[in-house]
């Protein structure tokens, strides 16, 4: 997000939709452009993807989480009054008969409305899918308005912290996995900035809109949140400087402590909660080994109204810079909480299920993958192929198609040029360019004789071999490479 | 889709979706179902779709294909005018500023727009997405009004049938890998519908009417088709009956040849240049070994505006009926056709780039791989846990921390109980339970030895092991098994 200076961010967002009305630069005639603040992903994106949702998917599986999906459209009514500020920023459907319909904004609320459904009390579930946010699109940072999410929850009634210290050793092992070089997970508790907000003398009245405005502080500096807070949301600033020497306190499990002994603060019932379960959680994070990658932080609010408890969000302290790759900014990666109030919204007595659970910024993380591909000059192949089916002779597509579906049915990866005279160095181009590792080739002589020439396009050594030892021959060398 | 008499499909969903409104059934108080038509998909489902769409997938990338997305939504202009008597069905978004919206109805046609955008030649790539149709839903057929398309796509100027040749090598493969049991794929051509149309005396401007009646003979009589295109279509009574003819006749390429004699349609340009395509189609897909599975079926239209040339439509014959398993209808499983005139209609010159694609229809498959498992009483694992970390003692929560750390860190999937105390009975029940196959169980005496207890769920055989061979051991158990 770019520096949204003293405007609400979803007036902000407005005017902007406003100004970035199509046509847009790169459109001509009668072609659009596709929906504004979306885009397609090309093959070389997907490739990026795969290879990092793999990776996502497979820590969410080896920690017991079972898969799971929802509809792309909730009810609006299962959406409202459960984003704070950001709302407005929902895509509704048209009303075309029936029930009125919105895009989901994020994957917790459809979660929580499937638990309260189903009468589920305990889960452990992943769900990748597309949200959908009506943002003003800055794209330069990998923001769209239609993106995928990662997330991760465990719901159920447990003993405190555990599961909570499982979110962060997860976020913990996708952002190393990924290799992205050195992250920080700043963590709160909703209760402590609610108990920060009431020694602070903020009426209750307010704690949400407040906490928005702290949600703001890793994008604005602390004169600009002030002014919101006093001059937007009216706040008396002597609350607003009370707040202010709260928000500038991070560190490790000394800070906790420290916060014990606040004079202020540990008059709070709620507050001490909080910190009464930070603690835990950071002796759990030291069994898990990763305490030092954990930052109690004062600062951290999350702007989301659902959260009740510990909530937590990773920042990358610098992205790994190589020759000439400009640093980047791209906020935080990963971030979660525990919401345990949100199922019971849903449910018809208003049964509670306390969740807890994360979400990793997929999006950005494929920025940051993609740009430093980029600058390395790194190049991915599109496609798996293995082995191109090529002649030198011309009336050999009968032969060709024939060879082909036997290296299909035998589960190998081939093409061919569908033409009916390719050139034969057209085609050994064509694996060239596209970096398939084997051609087979089938001529006169090697018909006459039975047999099928391997050519390996790295090294351009070619061999005969019996046509009926092909397959075998050719599983071979792809189980050795 | 259930029999629709003769009201148009369009005016039955509006009816339809009336009948249908909100509450249904299963909904009480607070929580109302979500919406009509959709639903969501369990652990239980998303086990049986990652095994069906993996196989697809790796069909398609076995063909040389590259992977692609698009947003869920298009402009509304997009989408206009390609989808025949369909386009009522679509999902438009509100107009909330800026352009309008609508959710993709197929991949199709954002495939069409992204080559033109991108001014793409050549390209063969597989998507995999949901789309989105308001039509009745018939639930009990597996329909749903959110639904998966696996799409593959062959886009560029090639010699003629090879491109199509291999699409339906692909859709053999992939219904032959999915067992579902014996299948047939109907092959008819667009231009032979029409030359039908013209030698019959249909006036052309009843060609898409007419052929969207045609392409409902699989679900209805002829005498019903006839009755619409007589009374709601306004054609000649004789023309209609010189149509009826035509449309009984299916069989292989022997039906071609007898087509080429055909008094009537010999004397037409267009049908002859499809009648010449199909006979070079069944020379190759002879040479693929797949000729037997192909039906030239004159009453195979396609209801889609866009196709130009060879259609083509898989049903099943049966599926594999089980002991007490009722026999399913559950229509097509996969079709496609060659659509030359789609592109063109993005490009900003009109410049055309002939395609030709299918798409699997896979809510159906995984509607029927359900049903069969349900039949069975075939379980699945919803989770791939190989690892439990137990302990028989009270106050051993920091050992089990350690421990399931160090299995994680090491890549083995592993859980445990986010409880201080639980007892090792409800331990080793949830291992049961859920399919895990190892516990390692750690106690007083085990630490005291520096040992870890390894327990096969299924022998219940336990060994003691040192705690430094613990993930070699585990390894080497889980490679073996």
């Known amino acids: 997000m770019p520096l949204l200076g003293l405007l609400p961010r979803r007036a902000w967002a407005a005017l902007l939709s406003q100004l970035l009305r199509p046509p847009c630069a790169s459109c001509t005639g009668a072609v ?7 885009r397609d992903l ?9 290879k990092i949702l793999d990776l996502v998917i497979s820590c969410f599986k080896r920690h017991g989480a079972k898969g799971m999906d929802t509809p792309a459209f909730e009810l609006k009514e299962t959406l409202t009054e459960k984003y704070g500020e950001d709302s407005g920023l929902m895509y509704d459907l048209k009303d075309q008969g029936g029930e009125l319909l919105s895009l989901r904004y994020d994957l917790t609320v459809p979660f929580a409305r499937y638990l309260a459904m189903n009468k589920v009390k305990k889960m452990k579930r992943y769900h990748v899918g597309k ?5 003003s699109p800055a794209i330069v940072q990998g923001r769209y308005r239609e993106f995928c999410q990662c997330d991760f929850d465990i719901a159920g009634q447990f003993d405190p912290m555990i599961p909570d210290a499982e979110c962060l050793k997860i976020m913990c092992e996708i952002l ?3 290799q992205l070089g050195d992250f920080l997970i700043k963590v709160n508790d909703r209760r402590i900035v609610d108990g920060m907000f009431a020694v602070c003398g903020v009426p209750e009245s307010k704690f949400r809109a407040i906490c928005s405005s702290i949600d703001k502080l890793d994008k604005m500096a602390w004169k600009d949140v002030r002014h919101e807070m006093v001059a937007k949301k009216g706040l008396a600033p002597e609350v607003a400087d009370r707040i202010g020497d709260y928000v500038q306190c991070h560190g490790g499990v000394s800070l906790v402590e420290q916060m014990f002994q606040d004079p202020r603060l540990s008059q709070n019932k709620q507050a001490l909660e909080g910190l009464g379960d930070l603690k835990l959680l950071f002796e759990y994070l030291t069994l898990f080994g990763i305490a030092d990658k954990i930052s109690f932080d004062l600062s951290l609010a999350r ?20 020759a000439g790759e400009d640093p980047l900014n791209v906020g935080s990666v990963a971030a979660g909480g525990r919401y345990d109030g949100l199922v019971g919204m849903f449910h018809p007595k208003g049964h509670k299920v306390p969740c807890v659970g994360l979400s990793i910024g997929v999006e950005r993380i494929f920025y940051i993958v993609e740009q430093r591909m980029k600058t390395k000059g790194e190049k991915v192949r599109t496609t798996e ?5 090529a002649t030198p002779q011309k009336n050999f597509l009968q032969e060709r198609l024939k060879l082909i579906a036997e290296l299909w049915d035998s589960g190998i990866k081939a093409e061919m040029l569908y033409k009916n005279n390719p050139k034969l160095l057209t085609q050994l181009h064509y694996c060239e360019s596209t970096g398939i590792p084997l051609v087979v080739i089938i001529g006169e002589q090697e018909l006459k004789e039975g047999v099928i020439k391997i050519r390996s396009v790295a090294s351009r050594e070619e061999v005969a071999i019996k046509r009926e030892n092909l397959v075998a021959e050719i599983q071979k060398r792809l189980s050795e490479s």
């Open 42 to 50: 090309s093959p070389q994106h997907m490739v990026v993807r795969e």
């Open 303 to 322: 702007g989301l109204d659902y959260y009740t408890g510990v909530i937590y969000e990773a920042v990358l302290l610098q992205t790994p810079i190589q």
């Open 131 to 135: 949200v959908w946010r009506r943002e």
């Open 176 to 178: 190393s996995g990924l």
């Open 32 to 38: 659009r452009c596709q929906s504004q603040g979306t």
């Open 385 to 389: 192929t293995q082995v191109f089916v």
